[in-house]
């Protein structure tokens, strides 16, 4: 059964529009790492969450970590076609051990 | 800093071949995970290797097997193929323990039966 929920599952967004994707967890969670994927590729690490409350950013990308919630979110402002790839959260449920969600696919549109 | 590289990147192999992939992690890098990502069932974890040593693995079957060399680069096994093995399959890396460092992941390998 899938362990972490995210939604939406697709979203198209005009560009310079801000955008959110969540990430729930069923389990607790040690740490909350967003990746991104091209097509095809490998993932490209964008940020590791791990202390409840915490919130990185990075440029126009910034994620958050509601531990009590076991959920997390990232945030993409002012949205651009170079943001257009699939989103994927990942879980340490321990014992080094990570899965993932079923990833969000993003467009955007010029 | 070189990243992790996988070989090859793209393999087209027959049904009840076998095939062997190869991921050179991180340099410094002890754990070497190893995922495979369809469609359908998105990114499963397969095992996890730290120290030539099987840490962690997987609900596959065992005709997925993997193995760790001293020099930490790791390659995975794939006997007896079925079509359904098809996928990409990506390997990521980790100074140690997940919960510190996180994972580094390769550009994959693309696994094609036919």
């Known amino acids: 059964s899938q362990e972490l929920e995210q939604s939406p599952q697709s979203l198209i967004v005009q560009e310079g529009k801000n955008l959110t994707i969540n990430c729930t967890s069923s389990?607790?969670?040690?740490?909350l790492y967003w990746y991104k994927q091209k097509y095809g590729e490998g993932l490209i690490f964008l940020m590791m969450?791990?202390?409840?409350?915490e919130e990185k950013s990075h440029e126009k990308i910034t994620a958050k970590l509601d531990e009590k919630k076991q959920q997390s979110s990232l945030h993409i402002t002012a949205s651009q076609p170079s943001h257009a790839g699939i989103y994927l959260c990942?879980?340490?449920?321990?014992?080094?051990?990570?899965?993932f969600g079923a990833g969000t696919r993003l467009t955007v549109k010029p | 800093k070189a990243g992790v590289t996988q070989t090859p990147r793209y393999l087209i192999k027959t049904r009840g071949q076998q095939v062997t992939l190869s991921c050179s992690p991180i340099?410094?890098?002890?754990?070497v995970s190893w995922y495979q990502q369809t469609p359908g069932q998105g990114l499963q974890f397969l095992f996890e290797?730290?120290?030539?040593?099987?840490?962690n693995k997987g609900n596959f079957p065992g005709r997925f097997s993997g193995r760790q060399f001293s020099n930490s680069r790791s390659e995975m096994n794939v006997s007896t193929l079925e079509l359904g093995d098809s996928a990409l399959y990506l390997c990521?890396?980790?100074?140690?323990?997940?919960?510190?460092?996180?994972?580094?992941f390769g550009s994959g390998t693309r696994l094609t039966v036919v």
């Open positions: 290797y730290f120290s030539e040593t099987q840490r």
């Open positions: 340099s410094g890098h002890r754990s």
């Open positions: 990521a890396s980790s100074l140690g323990s997940l919960s510190n460092y996180g994972y580094t």
């Open positions: 990942g879980a340490d449920i321990g014992n080094n051990d990570m899965r």
């Open positions: 969450l791990q202390k409840g409350g």
């Open positions: 389990k607790t969670l040690y740490g």
